[in-house]
């Protein structure tokens, strides 16, 4: 059973356009709510996060749009450029008895084309 | 600092041979992790340890063991290695158990044949 569903698995997006990866979950006591990003070969590394009580969080040209009531958020990259061509990751956690442990979406895989 | 090291990058094994994967982490971090990633499902957690003696498992445990002697180290063991395992593998830590980003590897590429 899937617990974060992301969508869509592959994205390309023109030079300097907007890139939307949105991610939906189920379990309501989530509470925190990171993006990662890899790129090829390389492990993947905090990109931004987000917690439920705040609906938005902007981080130069990467923002989180986050909907409680609907269990979803998304990452948008504005002004999208070649080197943000990576994998994306969205992901959700709880405190889990003695240990935070982080439920991952599929990935988006994203291509931006000069 | 090299942060999260991984070894091997790569190998490749029998069918019913067991290895064992490397992970060291020289930040002092007392939470540690491994993950499995595979194509379409994301990254999904083995095994993790909040300190040294201290290990519980994740989502998929099965035909994996873990230890943790160290804050230091982490090693993964496949007893006994099947196709299903043919994955890549990544080591994570974080500085604190319920809060904090987590720091990864750069993978172990693992094929059973």
């Known amino acids: 059973q899937q617990q974060v569903k992301q969508s869509p698995q592959s994205l390309i997006v023109q030079k300097g356009g907007i890139s939307i990866i949105n991610c939906a979950y189920e379990n309501t006591a989530f509470d925190y709510f990171p993006w990662y990003q890899q790129f090829p070969g390389k492990g993947p590394a905090l990109l931004i996060a987000i917690r439920p009580d705040v609906s938005e969080k902007k981080e130069g040209r990467f923002t989180i749009s986050f909907n409680k009531s609907a269990k979803q958020f998304s990452l948008h990259i504005m002004d999208s450029q070649p080197g943000d061509s990576a994998t994306y990751f969205c992901a959700a956690s709880k405190s889990s008895g003695s240990a935070r442990q982080l439920t991952f979406g599929s990935g988006t895989q994203l291509t931006v084309l000069p | 600092n090299a942060g999260v090291t991984q070894t091997p990058k790569f190998q490749v094994l029998k069918t019913g041979q067991s290895m064992t994967l490397q992970c060291a982490q020289d930040m002092n971090h007392e939470y540690m992790s491994w993950y499995r990633q595979d194509p379409g499902m994301g990254l999904r957690l083995i095994h993790y340890s909040v300190g040294a003696g201290i290990t519980d498992q994740g989502e998929v445990p099965n035909g994996y063991n873990v230890s943790r002697s160290t804050t230091e180290d982490f090693p993964l063991r496949l007893l006994s290695a099947a196709p299903s395992q043919t994955s890549v593998y990544f080591c994570?830590?974080?500085?604190?158990?319920?809060?904090?980003?987590?720091?990864f590897g750069e993978g172990s590429r693992l094929t059973v044949l």
């Open positions: 994570a830590s974080s500085y604190n158990r319920v809060r904090g980003e987590l720091f």
